[in-house]
Nanobody
Framework: QVQLVESGGGLVQPGGSLRLSCAASGSIFNYYDIGWYRQAPGKQRELVAVSFSAGSTHYLDPVKGRFTISRDNAKNTVNLQMNSMKLEDTAVYYC?????????WGQGTQVTVSS
């Protein structure tokens, strides 16, 4: 069992930056693939970035070069640094952790990009 708590969402202007954090508890964090999904109003949830337990990362094409995911297995945290933000980045961002057939979700944090 894994409990996930996100923080760091908010309002930012286009071109600005935000840093999301997700703190995990309850299990051996480094065995999990961990990452971030987002869901904008009226749209399906989409995978933004993932840090695989083996060490590699994957990003949604529109955020490549702007977003960076990082994990600290010793602290059981995963962060998403978001730079050069665009209006279309507005969404609720969800942290998740997955191991085999089990997947756990955070409660979500709102990110709004607006001038």
């Amino acid at each position: 069992q894994v409990q996930l708590v996100e923080s760091g969402g908010g309002l930012v202007q286009p071109g600005g930056s935000l840093r999301l954090s997700c703190a995990a508890s309850g299990s051996i964090f480094n065995y999990y693939d961990i990452g971030w999904y987002r869901q904008a109003p009226g749209k399906q949830r989409e995978l933004v970035a993932v840090s695989f337990s083996a060490g590699s990362t994957h990003y949604l094409d529109p955020v490549k070069g702007r977003f960076t995911i990082s994990r600290d297995n010793a602290k059981n945290t995963v962060n998403l640094q978001m730079n050069s933000m665009k209006l279309e980045d507005t969404a609720v961002y969800y942290c998740y952790a997955a191991l085999r057939t089990s997947i756990y979700w955070g409660q979500g944090t709102q990110v709004t990009v607006s001038s």
